[in-house]
């Protein structure tokens, strides 16, 4: 996996974008000038083993501005999921705070970033922000009228499954705090490529022992803007796709006397998370 420039150690937000064959939609103007305005907000974009231009579009990109955009480069295509999950890997190994990620045809547009990470600065208990494309008033929500159909379909689905009401999982706009709980939520590979999103909430709930399904840690945030974007290679017949790997999902972590979630290097996330070395900290101090 090639490696493109260095961040510093900080606590600015990150964003993973990850990009397959996105030459001909990435909106690099924008991804430029949302930079030059903002000191807090650094980019990793993942390439996701691309068969057409977006490996050098994203190395001059970067090249530009290797301060604040990083670039990965997955030799093979591995899917949006396990591309997003090598980027958090990748910013959870810099210490940064807050990780997101974001869908490179910007969809959802970059200024809600600063929206989404004030309601973690704000409000401890919460450890998962989520886009939320509900068409309220005032709101420019640009859906497919199919795909919203089956969107709605698939929520009031995945509710059930959770156990919880939630308006939208699909959503490409997701940020999170660095936890002992994020690190362990992608450690492992996830077992879906198109709803991987429930599947992380699903490891949350376990790892969190919410059998309440309170879900105090999570957060929905409606969105201003978003706008469906030609050439996504979503397609309608893939909802059934969905609904299986749904069902998958409740078998392997919702389902009453589902086995725990359990990373295989989980004594070691812990142990270097923040907390516990803080903890090792005063004790040394106290010796």
């Given at each position: 996996?090639?490696?493109?420039?260095?961040?510093?150690?900080?606590?600015?937000?990150?964003?993973?974008?990850?990009?397959?064959?996105?030459?001909?939609?990435?909106?690099?103007?924008?991804?430029?000038?949302?930079?030059?305005?903002?000191?807090?907000?650094?980019?990793?974009?993942?390439?996701?083993?691309?068969?057409?231009?977006?490996?050098?579009?994203?190395?001059?990109?970067?090249?530009?501005?290797?301060?604040?955009?990083?670039?990965?480069?997955?030799?093979?295509?591995?899917?949006?999921?396990?591309?997003?999950?090598?980027?958090?890997?990748?910013?959870?190994?810099?210490?940064?705070?807050?990780?997101?990620?974001?869908?490179?045809?910007?969809?959802?547009?970059?200024?809600?970033?600063?929206?989404?990470?004030?309601?973690?600065?704000?409000h401890e208990?919460?450890?998962?922000?989520?886009?939320?494309?509900i068409s309220?008033?005032?709101?420019?929500?640009?859906?497919?009228?199919?795909?919203?159909?089956?969107?709605?379909?698939?929520?009031?689905?995945?509710?059930?499954?959770?156990?919880?009401?939630?308006?939208?999982?699909?959503?490409?706009?997701?940020?999170?705090?660095?936890?002992?709980?994020?690190?362990?939520?992608?450690?492992?590979?996830?077992?879906s490529k198109?709803?991987?999103?429930?599947?992380?909430?699903?490891?949350?709930?376990?790892?969190?022992?919410?059998?309440?399904?309170?879900?105090?840690?999570?957060?929905?945030?409606?969105?201003?803007?978003?706008?469906?974007?030609?050439?996504?290679?979503?397609?309608?017949?893939?909802?059934?796709?969905?609904?299986?790997?749904?069902?998958?999902?409740?078998?392997?972590?919702?389902?009453?006397?589902?086995?725990?979630?359990?990373?295989?290097?989980?004594?070691?996330?812990?142990?270097?998370?923040?907390?516990?070395?803080?903890?090792?900290?005063?004790?040394?101090?106290?010796?």
């Open positions: 996996m090639a490696q493109l420039s260095v961040f510093p150690l900080a606590s600015e937000t990150v964003i993973v974008i990850p990009c397959y064959n996105e030459a001909d939609r990435l909106p690099v103007a924008s991804f430029e000038a949302y930079v030059a305005l903002t000191d807090r907000v650094r980019f990793i974009f993942v390439n996701d083993g691309s068969t057409d231009e977006t490996s050098s579009l994203l190395n001059e990109l970067v090249s530009r501005n290797p301060k604040r955009l990083e670039y990965l480069d997955l030799e093979e295509n591995c899917g949006k999921a396990e591309a997003i999950r090598r980027g958090f890997l990748h910013a959870i190994e810099k210490d940064f705070e807050v990780i997101g990620f974001w869908d490179a045809d910007l969809s959802t547009p970059l200024q809600p970033i600063e929206n989404f990470r004030s309601v973690l600065d704000l208990s919460i450890e998962m922000v989520v886009g939320s494309r309220l008033l005032g709101r420019d929500i640009q859906r497919n009228p199919v795909r919203r159909a089956l969107g709605k379909l698939f929520a009031t689905t995945a509710s059930m499954a959770l156990g919880f009401r939630i308006h939208d999982t699909q959503c490409g706009a997701k940020m999170f705090r660095v936890t002992p709980h994020l690190k362990e939520v992608f450690a492992e590979p996830f077992s198109w709803i991987f999103d429930v599947e992380l909430i699903a490891r949350y709930i376990q790892l969190l022992n919410q059998s309440d399904r309170q879900m105090n840690f999570i957060y929905e945030q409606p969105l201003d803007q978003w706008k469906e974007i030609d050439g996504s290679r979503l397609q309608s017949q893939d909802f059934l796709t969905a609904v299986l790997d749904l069902a998958n999902i409740y078998w392997r972590h919702l389902r009453p006397g589902a086995r725990p979630y359990i990373s295989a290097n989980r004594d070691e996330l812990i142990s270097d998370s923040p907390a516990a070395k803080s903890n090792q900290a005063n004790e040394s101090r106290a010796a």
